[in-house]
């Protein structure tokens, strides 16, 4: 069973490497993270206040009843087809496998499945992911998807050696060309993101790096930005703006 939150495109990505990419996104419920510490304010269907990150509605299962099952890979293409066949491109959209965490289905036979079909019909495959969950690469299409790699540091207030799993961020550089990691950080966290990330890239393969501001609305997007692209500056990382918020808020399903 693969229980997803949200299918919704053509749209464009709205951060990492492939921005302004038209994509169709696939949103997996479920994710092994909470990040109270990213502090977005919702209230979930029972009327509970909490906070978390932007994605609370594929995280917190409060919200599962909004979910949809499918027993099958070949439902989620037959809806996925309708989207693609709204945009007039005349090349294959980006997949967008996200959650939540997706990762946490990728041992179930559907999903791989559904991995393998948008490899051989020639679109490109980008799975987001925390990576803080162990994998392991067993067929060569897997080798031909996109890790954006969001991994998550002391702002998020998930414990360290849950947040920084080093044997799944080095299997996954080294056995795919183009995944990279991304890297949430605000105005507070500036200083020690700084030594977070250093002993991170200490123990892992050369990469490119991202910083992304903090934030799910343009104003909080604006707060913080400034700063993270000095970050970006003086240490050489890309810095990379949120441009769905930036147009969007956090509006669900654009």
């Not at 409060?62 to 007039?88: C, G, H, M, P, R």
């Not at 080095?170 to 500036?190: G, R």
């Amino acid at each position: 069973m693969l229980e997803i939150n949200e299918i919704f495109g053509p749209t464009i990505q709205g951060e990492g490497k492939l921005v302004g990419t038209p994509s169709v996104f696939i949103r997996f419920g479920k994710c092994n993270f909470n990040c109270v510490g990213f502090d977005v304010e919702y209230e979930t269907p029972s009327g509970i206040k909490k906070c978390g990150c932007d994605s609370f509605y594929a995280v917190d299962k409060e919200f599962k009843d909004s979910w949809t099952n499918y027993k099958s890979y070949e439902e989620i293409v037959k809806e996925v087809d309708i989207l693609t066949k709204q945009s007039a491109s005349l090349y294959k959209m980006d997949i967008v496998i996200t959650g939540g965490e997706p990762l946490l289905y990728w041992n179930k036979d559907e999903f791989q499945k559904l991995l393998k079909h948008y490899i051989e019909e020639g679109h490109q495959v980008t799975i987001e992911t925390n990576a803080s969950l162990n994998l392991n690469f067993t067929y060569d299409y897997q080798e031909k998807i996109i890790f954006s790699m969001s991994v998550k540091l002391s702002n998020s207030l998930e414990s360290l050696k849950k947040r920084v799993n080093y044997e799944t961020l080095n299997k996954i550089l080294t056995k795919t060309n183009d995944s990279y990691l991304k890297f949430v950080i605000d105005t507070k966290i500036i200083e020690n993101a700084k030594k977070e990330i250093e002993t991170i890239l200490d123990n892992i393969p050369k990469t490119q790096v991202y910083l992304m501001p903090l934030g799910d609305t343009a104003a909080s997007i604006n707060e913080n930005c400034e700063e993270v692209i000095q970050m970006a500056i003086d240490y050489g990382y890309l810095y990379c703006d949120r441009l769905h918020i930036r147009v969007w808020d956090n509006k669900r399903g654009v």
